[in-house]
């Protein structure tokens, strides 16, 4: 009979497992369906005891999930960034979606975050500087090193059109004070590099050093060019000079 019923068993062994599985999903459905209709019925009693026991084992709570914390961090940041790289771009939407929804209250708890933890963090930020002198260095080097030629590139652009722009404006200076014409409206010499603007009635140099040079012509263009002043080349603003006895120094024309 034993020996039957081993055989029995033996030979039905997939149907037996089968049927036990069966058994168990059935249950684990009612089973399951039981608890939510429980849980529906006393879901503020079970929010309210839930919460009651929450603020009693606070304490408790908090200390253990920081001591857990603590004792598997890298193992929680591993997890963080695996989280985060499966789920990059729904993160990105999801946090910004966030941030544009909570943009003032963020900005106001920062600020506040900030004046009352200021000490805090500028001590953080200076003891990291210290302690990552090396490592900031090389960075800011490396990062100096990749983006030079984009740098220099950059520079010159902006010197080359500053210059044009300059050139421009002092085209359009001197001609206007030359009576239309890029020329010294005494000897009508018309190199633009021996032409500036001269104050009919004197105090030029008074002025001029009040403002940055080139910015005599910006200032100039946006008055919207004043009476009293007109192109003269060197040569012709030395002679007036000489002859006003305005020179810096007189000696040297002796
Ligand atoms: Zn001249």
Redesign the pocket.
Known sequence: MTTYAKQYYQAHKGEFATKRKVHYQLRKEEELATMKIYYQNHRDDILAHTKLYYQANKGDRQSYARKYYLDHKEEERMKRRLYYSLHKNESKINNRQYHLAHKEEISTQGKQYYQTHKEDIKEKGKLYRQNHKEEIRAKKKAYYLAHLAENRQRNLIYRESRRLDLKQLKIKVLTHYGNGNLV?V????SDLRALSIDHINGGGTEHRQNLHRGNFYHWLDEQNYPNGYQT??M??QFVKRSFNNELINPREVK
């Open positions: 010294c005494k000897c009508g010499y003269l080349c040569n012709c």
